[in-house]
T-cell receptor, first 115, second 114 residues
Framework: AQSVTQLGSHVSVSEGALVLLRCNYSSSVPPYLFWYVQYPNQGLQLLLKYTSAATLVKGINGFEAEFKKSETSFHLTKPSAHMSDAAEYFCAVRGSGGGADGLTFGKGTHLIIQP | DGGITQSPKYLFRKEGQNVTLSCEQNLNHDAMYWYRQDPGQGLRLIYYSQIVNDFQKGDIAEGYSVSREKKESFPLTVTSAQKNPTAFYLC?????????????FGPGTRLTVL
């Protein structure tokens, strides 16, 4: 079974500062990992995904994430926060055992950008 | 434009009523999913379907039912047996061919029980 832990339900950073959103996963098989962003009252949009290729994954809007197997982590970063980055961010894991089962999501981190 | 549509955007229901949420996709995706989102709880899987006329229960299927009569449609019925149905409901779809593919999400339906 898979599980995801996102440390910090709320993270606040100043505009222009580094964004770091933490995600740790548990999986009995090599995982596939995803970061999604959700703006208020909207669906989820994919930021980036890790599928066992490069451990450093670049996504949209200047975000990137690094897969660290030894730490079972997939933290999301952005060098310089912008006001438009304020949203809810979800980390998700899917086992690589095949099938079409749904993703297991973390509880989300609300990113607040201070002007 | 290809995508996923959900309707209605907002839905109000009286206790004891069944309601059906619509989900349609024109992405030619094989798999479709329903999630429930509650504040501070993330998303939880209700049902999923890989092929027409077949579907499987997710983690919280009790009180819900689905059908998959067409590839592009996957409606969700919230029955009166669902004790706490007020939530934000998200539909997603995914291609099952090729490399590992992400799920694409619709805009959601917010259900409120009065």
């Amino acid at each position: 079974a898979q599980s995801v832990t996102q440390l910090g339900s709320h993270v606040s950073v100043s505009e222009g500062a580094l964004v770091l959103l933490r995600c740790n996963y548990s999986s009995s098989v090599p995982p596939y990992l995803f970061w999604y962003v959700q703006y208020p009252n909207q669906g989820l949009q994919l930021l980036l995904k890790y599928t066992s290729a490069a451990t450093l994954v670049k996504g949209i809007n200047g975000f990137e994430a690094e897969f660290k197997k030894s730490e079972t982590s997939f933290h999301l970063t952005k060098p310089s926060a912008h006001m438009s980055d304020a949203a809810e961010y979800f980390c998700a894991v899917r086992g690589s055992g095949g099938g079409a089962d749904g993703l297991t999501f973390g509880k989300g981190t609300h990113l607040i950008i201070q002007p | 434009d290809g995508g996923i549509t959900q309707s209605p955007k907002y839905l109000f229901r009286k206790e004891g009523q069944n309601v059906t949420l619509s989900c349609e996709q024109n992405l030619n995706h094989d798999a479709m999913y329903w999630y429930r989102q509650d504040p501070g709880q993330g998303l939880r899987l209700i049902y999923y379907s890989q092929i027409v006329n077949d579907f499987q229960k997710g983690d919280i299927a009790e009180g819900y039912s689905v059908s998959r009569e067409k590839k592009e449609s996957f409606p969700l019925t919230v029955t009166s047996a669902q004790k706490n149905p007020t939530a934000f409901y998200l539909c997603a779809s995914k291609s099952l061919s090729g490399a590992i593919n992400e799920q694409f999400f619709g805009p959601g339906t917010r259900l409120t029980v009065l």
